[in-house]
């Protein structure tokens, strides 16, 4: 494949979400530059030709002896969307602490501590997310002269359904990127996600991407890789109800459950929903959002079944005020939509209630807002 097929650039400058400052606990927080290769629904488009194809000469300069990033919580396939839908959720996420560091074999990675849910991972940095995504970025960079080593901060739950490994390549990514000036588009950052995915879960960017972009994104395809930014009105609230379970739901199993074939019907309904569920990100209409997000027929009938307590979960957050609500990712994380938060913390308590009443369940609820920035930039300590 192609990794620098697209060039098109749109700039995010010094550009911050107000729900990051609490979480970051920094007094300022940088923005990445978004250089972004996609075909974009957004203000600013480039006059070069999107089919040219960019070149890194010779080998970057560091800019920063050492850089923190974070990277959000994602939500994968909204209902419909399996495979080809996500956004990005703010006040929840990974940090990425990357370093210049002698003692690493110039142009290698390392991994010297990972924090936080520690459970499952390893040092090894060619079977860890964020290490694999950190050593294509060195790759695509041509960083051959230094060595760098990382800490990974787990802010989200392995295998919760909100793109935990995602979040972990995105923000390797990006602090790769950054500390040697940031040369790499979004589309570049994207490719070196996934070859981090396509080690966990598969080949598919409806997580990597809206945690690398922030907000709603669509994946139209992938040879070449070409993503599409859904702009969600920023007058418009939007609130996620999202709801663990005590329950570990493997993506591996999750997706051998789904029907190798299904009916015309079914895939001309969802396909509507689908489009419908475009058009109401687009317009900001969060009834015709949930409405869509939570008609699917072919993957969450499928998958609902082995998530303990969903079916009934997905009644009470309706029945509470939720415009929609359908399993976030592969699960066993639920997600519904509202417009406000208090109403989503007593959507959220029904829900968790329901977990327990028809799945024996212990469940967590959080109520978050859309993250419409993306991986980005947290500090830096200069040369």
């Not at 930014?229 to 329950?247: A, N």
């Not at 789904?258 to 475009?278: F, I, P, R, Y």
């Not at 993957?299 to 029945?319: Q, S, T």
């Amino acid at each position: 494949m192609d990794l620098l097929k697209l060039n098109t650039h749109y700039n995010h400058t010094h550009f911050t979400q107000s729900q990051s400052q609490s979480l970051i606990n920094h007094n300022y927080c940088y923005s990445i530059r978004h250089r972004v290769a996609i075909k974009l629904n957004v203000a600013a488009h480039s006059t070069e030709d999107p089919k040219s194809v960019a070149t890194i000469v010779g080998e970057p300069k560091p800019v920063y002896s050492s850089v923190k990033t974070f990277a959000p919580a994602t939500v994968a396939n909204l209902g419909v969307g399996f495979d080809f839908l996500g956004c990005a959720v703010d006040g929840l996420g990974d940090f990425v602490t990357l370093s210049l560091d002698s003692s690493v074999r110039p142009g290698f990675v390392s991994i010297s501590d990972i924090t936080g849910s520690t459970r499952k991972l390893t040092l090894n940095p060619l079977n860890n997310c964020a290490g694999i995504a950190a050593i294509s970025v060195m790759k695509m960079l041509n960083v051959r002269s230094v060595g760098v080593s990382l800490v990974l901060h787990k802010g989200l739950p392995l295998g919760s359904g909100l793109g935990s490994s995602a979040a972990s390549a995105a923000a390797a990514a990006v602090a790769v990127n950054e500390i040697f000036g940031g040369r790499l588009s979004v589309s570049e950052l994207v490719l070196a996600g996934l070859e981090s995915e396509k080690k966990v879960s598969g080949y598919h960017a409806d997580n990597v991407a809206p945690a690398i972009m922030g907000g709603f994104v669509l994946i139209r395809g992938y040879e070449p890789l070409d993503l599409i930014h859904l702009k969600f009105p920023v007058e418009k609230e939007l609130f996620f109800v999202l709801v663990t379970p005590e329950f570990e739901a493997p993506t591996k199993k999750m997706r051998a459950a789904l029907a190798k074939e299904v009916s015309m019907a079914d895939h001309v309904w969802n396909s509507s929903q689908a489009g419908a569920l475009v058009a109401a990100v687009l317009q900001g209409d969060l009834r015709g959002m949930g409405s869509a997000l939570s008609s699917d027929k072919i993957v969450e009938p499928k998958r609902a079944p082995l998530i303990p307590g969903m079916e009934d979960v997905k009644k009470a957050a309706l029945k509470a005020g939720a415009f929609g609500c359908t399993i976030s990712g592969a699960g066993p994380t639920v997600v519904a939509v509202t417009d406000d938060e208090e109403k989503g913390r007593l959507i959220g308590d029904c829900m968790v209630r329901s977990f327990m009443e028809f799945g024996n369940l212990k469940a967590a609820a959080v109520v978050k807002q859309l993250d419409r920035v993306g991986a980005r930039l947290i500090s830096t300590t200069p040369l």
